[in-house]
């Protein structure tokens, strides 16, 4: 038989150091491995997305005006028109149905948007007031809600008409919801006194000469 090759001392040295390893692998148990979990995305619904949407695109105002209407605008307010007027005048209820959900309009709320579709059905601007939304406004904002120009609102702000105060450091004014509301009653209650004194004279049958 032919006689067996001895190992060389290098494989025993191989063979030694790779029981070793395994000799430590078995004493410390099996292998570990390290994973690392990965975070999932969130992701927003349809409705949350709507709604962050919705509240960084409707900012808080004083006051909106809707501009002269185009013609998609008032065939579209002339629709709501036709389909609002028949409830509020025979006393109805008037719903608002969105996306499946439907929230009964409190008689006030239907009556504001009547009169701002009809209004824009014909290309009549609107302005909408908001008077609690904000505690002071910028003259643009305190003009719209007069229905004004800005010019002459800055005339009032000017000659002390309407009390403001000015911003530290800059040229720009606010106005205090207050303020303007006082000069909102005191131009009311001018109109009414005229208006009384001409009807006394009207009454009197005594008429300016022409």
């Given at each position: 038989m032919p006689s067996k090759t001895a190992p060389s001392k290098v494989a025993v040295?191989?063979?030694?150091?790779?029981?070793?390893?395994?000799?430590?692998?078995?004493?410390?148990?099996?292998?570990?491995v390290a994973t690392t979990k990965q975070a999932r995305p969130k992701i927003k619904s349809d409705a949350q997305s709507g709604r962050a949407a919705s509240n960084a695109a409707i900012p808080k105002r004083a006051a909106m005006v809707l501009r002269s209407s185009d013609q998609q605008a008032r065939?579209?307010?002339?629709?709501?028109?036709?389909?609002?007027?028949?409830?509020?005048?025979?006393?109805?209820?008037?719903?608002?149905?969105?996306?499946?959900?439907?929230?009964?309009?409190?008689?006030?709320?239907?009556?504001a948007l009547y009169q701002?579709?009809?209004?824009?059905?014909?290309?009549?601007?609107?302005?909408?007031?908001?008077?609690d939304a904000v505690d002071e406004l910028t003259p643009n904002q305190a003009a719209a809600e007069l229905g004004v120009s800005r010019p002459?609102?800055?005339?009032?702000?000017?000659?002390?008409?309407?009390?403001?105060?000015q911003l530290p450091?800059?040229?720009h004014r606010k106005i205090a919801r207050a303020?303007?509301?006082?000069?909102?009653?005191?131009?009311?209650?001018?109109?009414?006194?005229?208006?009384?004194?001409?009807?006394?004279?009207?009454?009197?049958?005594?008429?300016l000469p022409k």
């Open positions: 040295a191989k063979r030694a150091t790779k029981a070793a390893a395994t000799k430590r692998a078995d004493a410390n148990g099996p292998a570990q065939r579209a307010s002339s629709r709501v028109v036709k389909l609002v007027e028949p409830a509020i005048t025979e006393g109805r209820t008037v719903n608002l149905v969105v996306n499946g959900e439907t929230a009964a309009l409190p008689a006030s709320f239907a009556a701002a579709a009809r209004e824009q059905a014909v290309g009549h601007r609107v302005t909408i007031s908001f008077p002459l609102l800055v005339k009032l702000l000017d000659d002390g008409t309407i009390s403001s105060r450091g800059s040229r303020d303007l509301d006082a000069y909102q009653a005191k131009k009311s209650t001018r109109r009414r006194l005229i208006a009384e004194a001409m009807n006394e004279v009207a009454d009197a049958g005594e008429y």
